[in-house]
Every structure is written in structure tokens, then in C-alpha cells.
């Protein structure tokens, strides 16, 4: 059924998070964001701190030369032992988004599932975003980010994001054509962007 | 109030329009299109003709140097003798969609309409866009255009309004952050893309 797997793509601070959260506990169906690093972790065998810091972020090398020999052939999965870190973290977070898909009805927050999972007849992919204001105001208020450059912080993260989808993908982060639905949480809220997404699930045709 | 003024922009066979039709309709406000141009037309002094052939469409300068010298003195409204026949028909049609949105609350197609009025704080700016494949079902079956060269025509017809877009409001046309909502038609047909919007109104915050 369309709608069974529901991406969201995000901007730092726009709630996106917190909206996948809620529309999954709305709809009773699972959720998966930070768990997916976790999961994929412990798939690879590379160290939880290290998946965190190479997660959506495009090919560093500095990073991959210094973690590389580490790790490059602790996969317990298929062998990807010729790849940069980065490379072989996407291709085990592309399996284990694949398996959590077919395993039945999710929201996925990030990491070019939309991308990873087109295949698929069943996607809603939703991309949430808000001006720079707002999410300054969320990173602070709810994130409790306290920087001195916030504006900045935020911005590098977005690029951070998309150098990731766009070098993933082939395609551009945020371009709505690349989404089904794409809201404005500074103008909707997060209850209110949660509701839109359910209207539109009741939508599909 | 906030979702008083509706701007929809749209990709050529979105259904944009209809969209725009109907939505205006079920909210019983007035909706603006090709009215647009008519009443520019009206106020210029300009053909309806020469309206609609450079309506949307950015700078080009044999056009402009065809009837530039026969429509330089003809403006009723501001003195605009000394621009291009695009940007005075920008010009023109900035000063009616300003005037059509003080008179109360409306939809208006396309024509940077989102951009005009960016200083009020009672607008909501949608996008509507949908694959290639249904666009062109769309254009055939709907509007009854026969070309053996579909796909180029709608392709083309988007670059135009892409280029209008993004050469006078200095945005990217289609980025989802221009927009407080972007829906793909294609996947909520027309009154389910209706249906989401009127969500969406009672959404805002």
C-alpha cells in the first residue's frame, strides 16, 4: 500500500525528527533515526563513535585514512573491505534500510532512504524544513545547543546533509520534485506538519 | 490572517491550475490565472497577444526590440517606457497581483506571485509539481495538446517559467524553501491536492 514506509528528509533544527516521531506513534509503526546508526554499528563491527561522526557525511578523507585500516575488514556483512568508511557505512545502512523496509510499515528519518528504497511502490517521501530564524530558536530552546555561531553550526550541518544526499543520490537535497510533500514546520508546528502528513497518507490515490 | 492570499506555483500538466480552481471554490475566494493577463493587458495599453507571449517568459530581446518601439508610450499606469516589454509587463502585472491581494482574500497562479508579496504576512505559498510520465498524460487527455514531441514541449514550457522565476525573484523555482508547502499532484491527484491544502490552512499557526 502506498504510504506504508514514510521518509522524511530534514534541515537541522526543523523538528523533522520529532515529527517522524510522532506521525510513527500516530500510526502505530516503528520508528528509526539514531537506532538506524546503532543497528548498522553493530552489523559492521565499527565502533558506535565512529558510525556517529562519518553519518551522513560525504567521503572525508582524513577520517577514512585515519580509521580505515581499523576497521577494514571487520564487516560481518558482505565485504566491503575495499571501500572508503564512508562508502562502506552507506552500503551497510543502504542493507539494513532495505531489511527494516520489508520487515513492514516504518518512518525513516534521513540517510537517502527515499533514494536507497525507490524500488518500492509503497513510499511517502516527505522533506521538512523552516527558515533559519525558527531553527535557530529550536536548536536553542529544544536541542539545547548553546554556540556562539549558531546561524553558522546550523548551516554547516545542512551542507553536511546535503553534500551527503546530493553525493549519494545524484539528485538535489531539498528540490521538492525529489519528495512527494514537503512542509514548513515554522509555519505548521509540529502537530500540525504531523496531521498534514496523515492527510496525505488518507490522500494518496 | 495567515493562508488569506494562496499562491500556487506549478510545473507545465501538474494540474496546478485546477488545483488552484478548486481550491479557490470549496474557500469560496476569488482565484487568479490568465484574469491576470487580461487585466494587465487592459491597464497597459499592451495587447492581450503580446501579453501572453512574453507572460512568464524572461528577457528576450527580439521579441523586445519587435514591440518595444510600438508599446514604448502606451502604459496608463506607471511610466514604464524606458524597460523591456518583460519587465514591464512584470512591472505591470507586480502592481495588479498587489492590488488583487489588498482587495481581500484570493488564489493566485503562478507569475512570482510568492515573491511579490513576500512583505505580508497572510500568504501561503504552494508548489505543485508530478513525474514527467503523468504530466504528459496530463497535457494530452486534459489540455488536448497533440505533439510528437510532448516531453520537450513540457520540459521546455518549465524552463520558461523556471527561468521567469528565478530571473526576477533571484530564487531557485521548485525549492522546496521557497514554499511553505509542496505537493506532488501526481500522487494526491487534483482533489486530494485540494484536500491537503485546506489541511493545511487550518494547520497554520
Partial sequence: MPGNIITIGRQFGSGGRSIAKHLAERLGIKYYDKELITMSAKESGI????????????????????????YGATSR?????????????????????????DEGPCVIVGRCADYILRERTDLLNVFIYSDTEKRIERAVNEYGIQSKNIKEFILKSDKKRSNYYNFYTGKRWGASCNYHLCLDSGVFGIDGSVEIIEKALNCIK
Same sequence: chains 1, 2.
Avoid at 567521503?59 to 580509521?67: D, G, I, K, P
Avoid at 575495499?82 to 545502512?93: A, P
Fill in 77 to 101: 556483512m558482505t565485504d566491503y573491505s575495499e571501500l572508503s568508511i564512508n562508502d562502506k557505512i552507506f552500503k551497510i545502512q543502504t542493507e539494513i534500510i532495505k531489511k527494516l523496509a
Fill in 47 to 70: 565502533s558506535p563513535e565512529i558510525f556517529e561522526k562519518v553519518d551522513e557525511a560525504a567521503a572525508n578523507s582524513l577520517l577514512y585514512s585515519m580509521v580505515i585500516g581499523m
